[in-house]
């Protein structure tokens, strides 16, 4: 009986540095930008960011919010907007989630919608608890896939290592040149009518000329 005790104390506390240790090689280094209240959003610029990283064509941003209520007859859109300068066929992406439990990016070209891609969410997610929303995005000149641009979104409360409640991606390499000056801010919109409700925005962080490695 102790000989078996031992064994599952062993086994339990392998699992435990094994997390640890795995968290630890996933974490990201600390942000090139950081916000930590966020009352009035307005665009960052990656321009004006100093960073020693050196991934040019990449970056990744990330900002906690917290939804109080998924029901209600307005469906509303909470999330990351990204402007893009210099090119016609698009000048803005928004990424982010519903209050109905999706995933969502639009593509914007002269306050026009030209495209929309939604997914269900893929976990559970604990209402009134902080999650993350994070970003990252490479354009055409980004070393490892040169000519191509994506931009993948992940939602997830905690560190994410159990998984993600949401996640969605778009290849946006049919769009031409996206390594254009681009900017970063947040946003919460009805699509339906009317006004949205903002969630509790907080720690906007952005790593420029990033890959991170999740």
């Known amino acids: 009986m102790r000989k078996y005790t031992k064994t599952i104390l062993v086994t339990l506390g392998a699992f ?3 997390f640890a240790t795995t968290a630890f ?10 916000m930590e209240r966020i009352r009035m959003p307005y665009p960052v610029s990656l321009s004006a960011i100093d960073t020693d990283h050196t991934d040019t064509g990449n970056f ?16 509303e859109f909470y999330g990351q907007e990204i402007l893009i300068s210099d090119n016609p066929e698009v000048d803005r992406i928004l990424v982010g989630v519903t209050n109905n439990l999706i995933s969502r ?12 891609k939604e997914l269900g969410f893929v976990g559970m997610m604990t209402l009134g608890q902080p999650h993350t929303l994070s970003i990252s995005f490479f ?4 070393a490892k896939h040169p000519g191509k641009s994506r931009i993948s979104m992940r939602f997830y ?25 681009k900017s970063i801010t947040l946003f919460s919109k009805s699509l339906d009518s009317g006004a949205a409700q903002a969630p509790d925005f907080s720690d906007l962080k952005i790593w420029k ?6």
């Open 16 to 18: 435990a540095f094994l």
């Open 157 to 181: 409360s905690g560190t994410g290592f159990f998984g993600d409640v949401g996640t969605i991606h778009a290849d946006l390499s049919r769009w031409g040149d996206l390594s254009g000056s």
């Open 209 to 214: 000329n990033y890959k991170s490695a999740d």
């Open 60 to 75: 990744k941003s990330s900002v906690q919010l917290r939804l109080c209520s998924s029901e209600g007859s307005t469906k």
């Open 139 to 142: 354009d055409q000149s980004n």
């Open 105 to 116: 990016i639009e593509i914007w070209n002269d306050d026009a919608l030209i495209e929309t």
């Open 25 to 34: 090689v996933m974490n990201d280094p600390t942000a090139d930008f950081l």
